[in-house]
């Protein structure tokens, strides 16, 4: 079997090409040929060649491009045409002699400028021939040779007895006579090797990555939906889970109330989501009318400024534990916000499943005119894998809402908006779900990356290796890389990168250095990520997949991902991955995709 590049036809190549494809392939006799199916050639000015059909490369034979013509073909003073099976027809610019032998040339040309050091290219054969799959041999033009013309007659015969025949007649030709006859296999993976960068179709990973991002931006039809529903209802609870938009809602949402002249409050649990929901929000023109940022953030400045800041300080410093948040923040909070005039007309909570606790409920009631009962609001929440924070739970989050507001409209976000297709799914499959928690959207995507490592040493080696890559890949920046461990930087894989010359990590609770020599990488913990996405995610440290924390992690870490995710994965885990990717073969699974 022949070595195909690609190794599968496509399967809009016209019919003939994939009979051709077929019989290089599974002929026996080509088990040690390399044949580049359709590849084109980097065009020259206007040089009349871009694409060949086949490159064949034979070991001791030579270089052959092969030009083939399925159904009817015709030649009517001096102009060729073909005719498909649904009886349309085309026009040829050329002869399809004078567009093999201009391809055949182009690819020489080509190879010699890649191979101008080589004594040994010189003594390499190239030839051309045209494969008529449908027809019998046509009136050969002058100067086309018939063993340069394969016929559908021919074409029950090997196709190598055509192809060596072809490489014996063509080595006569030019009066090659070298021995070993050229190519032998140093020089055969030379001229591959040279070949592959102007023919290869293979999409760069930049490019891939781009295409990704720009489909993934637009809002989906569900999501439009969805804010029509927020808008017609005053209370709106929303579930979903990881990358079905709830962020990008609860954003959208508050700029809307904004720009109506309200005055909202959008919070979150998270430091690095708040922080970055506060720079949206303040990039927007929201007139002033729109506060963002984490809770506890935004609740303390309301104390700071209020009257009983001084005994609010002593009591913070005093308080240890959950006794800081659970007691201090909320008496000291509502005190505060007895003051009417600091009021919002709307709360928006993000992430809600991190804060709908008993405390944080009796303070929003307090800030939200109306209170939770009668005011406008909208909570957008997981309340089933990404409670990742270990917050104590004051029981069932939904019977709390209803206890303090017995009408919410509710609505489940289905639609994976986020990440690509790949990483949707197979970030369900290891995160435990017997089917998917949501539809998955359109866009492919490139695969998840998994790489194995057994100990210290052999993670490290393969994380410097991804981010080698990635430093290295045109049209990647680090500052759209994230790398994230469920271990704090000093014990995650990544702290152990302060020796590497060609790049730096530093963690996101440190400032930016500036400008710097090499590329510098951030790295977060998966929980100080939550609620943040990026277009490029390395995971590092997975060494369980099986425990429901772990699983939660993983469903939180991957999930961060759009359009390119790289799992480090401890050998340990091969068994329970082998399983998980074994759910995907099941009825539920591919009823819910």
């Known amino acids: 079997m022949a070595k195909m590049i690609p190794p599968h036809c496509d399967d809009k190549a016209p019919n003939s090409e994939r009979r051709v494809f077929d019989l290089l392939r599974n002929d026996p006799a080509t088990a040690d040929w390399v044949v580049l199916h359709s590849l084109n050639l980097a065009r020259s000015g206007k040089r009349p060649y871009g694409e060949v059909d086949f490159v064949v490369l034979v070991p001791g034979g030579g270089v052959f491009c092969i030009e083939v013509k399925g159904g009817r073909v015709a030649c009517k003073d001096g102009i060729w045409t073909t005719t498909n099976a649904s009886g349309w027809t085309d026009d040829l610019k050329r002869s399809p002699f004078k567009q093999a032998n201009d391809a055949m040339w182009a690819v020489r040309d080509a190879l010699e400028k890649r191979l101008e050091n080589s004594a040994d290219f010189q003594k390499v054969a190239f030839g051309y021939a045209v494969i008529f799959s449908n027809i019998v041999m046509p009136p050969l033009e002058p100067g086309v040779e018939p063993w340069e013309v394969i016929d559908c007659d021919g074409l029950e015969t090997p196709i190598s007895a055509h192809v060596l025949r072809m490489a014996k007649n063509q080595r006569a030709r030019f009066h090659l006579r070298s021995s070993p006859a050229e190519p032998q296999p140093v020089l055969l993976k030379q001229l591959r090797d040279a070949l592959r960068p102007d023919f290869d179709r293979v999409i760069a990973c930049s490019s891939e990555l781009r295409e990704s991002e720009r489909k993934l931006l637009s809002l989906t039809e569900e999501q439009y939906h969805i804010l029509d529903l927020v808008a017609e209802n005053p209370r709106c609870l929303f579930e979903g889970a990881a990358g079905t938009g709830k962020t990008l809602l609860a954003l959208e949402y508050a700029r809307r109330c904004a720009a109506a002249g309200q005055r909202v409050l959008l919070v979150c649990f998270n430091k690095l989501l708040g922080e970055w929901l506060a720079t949206e929000l303040g990039a927007s023109e929201s007139n002033g009318k729109a506060t963002a940022g984490r809770f506890y953030k935004c609740l303390r400045e309301v104390i700071v400024a209020s009257p009983g800041c001084a005994e609010f300080a002593e009591a913070e ?77 004051d029981g069932d989050p939904h019977e709390m809402l209803r206890a303090m507001c017995p009408f919410v409209a509710r609505a489940n976000l289905t639609q994976n908006c986020r990440n690509t297709r790949r990483i949707g799914e197979e970030t369900a499959l290891l995160s435990g779900f017997t089917s998917p928690p949501y539809r998955m959207g359109q866009v492919e995507g490139l695969a998840v990356d998994y790489m194995e490592y057994d100990d210290s040493a052999s993670q490290r080696t393969a994380l410097v290796k991804v981010l080698m890559r990635l430093a290295n890949e045109p049209g990647v920046d680090a500052g759209e890389v994230i790398l994230l461990s469920r271990h704090r930087f000093e014990n995650s894989v990544a702290g152990t990168l302060n020796d590497v010359a060609d790049f730096r990590v530093r963690s996101v609770e440190r400032p930016a250095a500036g400008v710097t020599r090499v590329p510098v990488f951030v790295f977060a913990t998966v929980q100080a990520f939550k609620g943040m996405e990026s277009k ?58």
């Open 317 to 393: 410093q005093r308080a240890s534990g959950d006794s800081l948040f659970d007691d201090v923040y909320p008496f000291y909070g509502q005190l505060a916000l007895d003051d009417a005039a600091k009021k919002y007309d709307v709360v928006v909570v993000d992430e809600a499943q991190d804060l709908v606790r008993r405390p944080v409920l009796d303070v929003l009631n307090a800030w939200l005119l109306g209170g939770l009962s009668d005011g406008h609001w909208a909570f957008f929440g997981d309340f089933h894998r990404q409670a990742i924070y270990g917050t104590k739970s």
């Open 536 to 593: 490029i995610v390395v995971l590092c440290d997975v060494d369980d997949v099986e425990s429901d924390e772990s699983r939660s992690l993983l469903y939180v870490g991957m999930s961060r991902a759009r359009s390119l995710l790289v799992v480090l994965l401890h050998k340990r885990t091969k068994p329970a991955m082998k399983e998980a990717f074994k759910r995907q073969m099941t009825e539920l699974w591919g009823a819910n995709v």
